[in-house]
Structures are given as structure tokens and as C-alpha cells.
């Protein structure tokens, strides 16, 4: 299965601040998906970036809020801006495995908390 | 609005039991299930994925499915304390994307 490499593990921000999470992937893949994880909750999906158009966003979740980019088939960014302690969460970068007939494979994620 | 329900648990069985852990979905569409097991601080990890109605094994772990009653279930035989973790249950929706659902709690007691 795909490796991901996901950076960094954790952070504590600033109010306010933005933080870039960084994914790397160690084969070429379609989609990438990133989810949140908010403490005690299950995941819910922020978005899906596919390379080479805009990322489409999942209800509840903005742009201009969670800005991603998708330069190659390997590698996304997921940036959480102006952020609030009620961005402290888990995030996750996680991509197809054969065909979605194998699931998911996730990042190690990144543990933000904004104080 | 497509759903993934789980009990949330906590699950408590003791060490060398059955643990049983259930999950349904309310979308019909959905033809592939999957259980991940994500300890607590690490990412999700599969597990188990079916998508024939019946039962599937693998080693101590066994998935069923009835797509009727749209009801998944993971069966862990002979639990063990290194089985306690949160399980998650996901279905399949349109666009290859995954529903999650909120996860049930197992705690394998000694």
C-alpha cells in the first residue's frame, strides 16, 4: 500500500495564524482527501484534491478557509488559516488504494492546537 | 443524508473473549465496507474490508455484511489488551469517497 509521508506530526499556533500541513505520497495518485478529527469524534472530510483542478469542498468547509493546493500526483497542501481554538482538531491526508476497493490509506496526521 | 451509526462504547470484554462491534448505514448505494482500528494519537488503520453479503476471516478477525439489513459487523476472537483501540466503520459512496462512522470504543481487560 502507498506510504504518506505527513508534516508536521503536531503544532501549537497562535490565534489568528495559518499553518500549512504538508503530504507527500510515495506513488502517484488520482485523489487526495483531507479529513478533520476533532477530539472524541470520528473523521469528517474537508476536501478532495485532485491534481490539476480546484479542490472541491464538502459542505461546512471553505476555501478561504482551508486553501489546498495539488501541485503534482504526489504531493498536497492543506493550509488552515486565521485560525481559532476551535481548529484544534487532528488532520488527516488520506488516498484511494486500488481502485476504492481497498480503502483508505492515511497520513500519520497532524495535531493542531490553536491557543 | 448519508449515515454511518455506531455505538460508541465503551466496549468492555475481558482478555480471550469475543468482541463484537456493529455498525449500519443508510445508504443503499454503498457496495464496499471497511473497519479501521485507530489507537488513541494514531491514524486510522485498515483492518477488514468486505463487500459480499456474508462473512469474511481474516486471523482472529471476522467482517459480515447483510446489504438486506444494511448492517456491517466486525467480529475480534480471542480479544487481547493490544486489540483495545477506537473501530471505525466506513461505507463506500459516490466519488470513491468514504463515510465514517463515530467509532466504537473497545477496551480488552486483562
Known amino acids: 500500500s502507498a506510504v504518506i509521508s505527513q508534516k508536521p506530526s503536531r503544532d501549537i499556533c497562535q490565534r489568528g495564524t495559518s499553518l500549512t500541513i504538508q503530504c507527500q505520497v510515495d506513488?502517484?495518485?488520482?485523489?487526495m482527501f483531507w479529513y478533520r478529527q476533532q477530539p472524541g469524534q470520528s473523521l469528517t472530510l474537508i476536501a478532495t484534491a485532485n491534481q490539476g483542478s480546484e479542490a472541491t469542498y464538502e459542505s461546512g468547509f471553505v476555501i478561504d478557509k482551508f486553501p489546498i493546493s495539488r501541485p503534482n500526483l504526489t504531493f498536497s497542501t492543506l493550509t488552515v488559516s486565521n485560525m481559532s481554538p476551535e481548529d484544534s482538531s487532528i488532520y488527516l491526508c488520506?488516498?484511494?488504494?486500488?481502485?476504492?476497493?481497498?480503502?483508505?490509506?492515511f497520513g500519520s496526521g497532524t495535531r493542531l492546537t490553536v491557543v | 443524508q448519508k449515515e454511518v451509526e455506531q455505538n460508541s462504547g465503551p466496549l468492555s470484554v475481558p482478555e480471550g473473549a469475543i468482541a463484537s462491534l456493529n455498525c449500519t448505514y443508510s445508504?443503499?448505494?454503498?457496495?464496499?465496507f471497511f473497519w479501521y482500528r485507530q489507537y488513541s494519537g494514531k491514524s486510522p488503520e485498515l483492518i477488514m474490508s468486505?463487500?459480499?453479503?456474508g462473512d469474511k476471516e481474516d486471523g482472529r478477525f471476522t467482517a459480515q455484511l447483510n446489504k438486506a439489513s444494511q448492517y456491517v459487523s466486525l467480529l475480534i476472537r480471542d480479544s487481547q489488551p493490544s486489540d483495545s483501540a477506537t473501530y471505525l466503520c466506513a461505507a463506500d459512496n459516490a466519488g470513491n469517497m468514504l463515510t465514517f462512522g463515530g467509532g466504537t470504543r473497545l477496551m480488552v481487560k486483562p
Open positions: 445508504d443503499r448505494v454503498s457496495q464496499s
Open positions: 488520506s488516498v484511494l488504494e486500488g481502485g476504492g476497493k481497498n480503502g483508505y490509506t
Open positions: 506513488s502517484q495518485v488520482t485523489m
Open positions: 468486505i463487500y459480499s453479503n
